[in-house]
């Protein structure tokens, strides 16, 4: 309950706030938008970047540990599934 009754202060407050200074509310986001767009962007080129260079490192052999990562996967899943059941059946 004080949480519903703080959370409709601060929203009360907020639009009162935002009602008195609406022009600096607007410099604000003028100024806040093209630093957002900036890091955004440098992110975006930097995540962008790095999958070039994973796809340029992948090979053929590359895909044939993942092969056999997947049967190492298998084995332990279904001995775990064995292990599983064995402890079923000792209750």
Avoid: H, R
Wanted: charged share 30%.
């Amino acid at each position: 309950m004080k949480t519903l009754i703080g959370g409709a202060v601060a929203a009360v407050l907020g639009l009162i706030g935002l009602s008195v200074w609406f022009g600096e509310f607007l410099q604000l986001l003028a100024g806040a938008i093209p630093v957002t767009l900036l890091l955004g962007g440098g992110l975006a080129l930097y995540l962008g970047f790095d999958e070039l260079k994973d796809s340029w490192k992948k090979d053929d052999g590359a895909v044939d540990a993942a092969d056999d990562d997947t049967d190492n996967y298998k084995q332990e899943i279904d001995e775990l599934k064995k292990e599983i059941e064995t402890l079923k059946t000792e209750k």
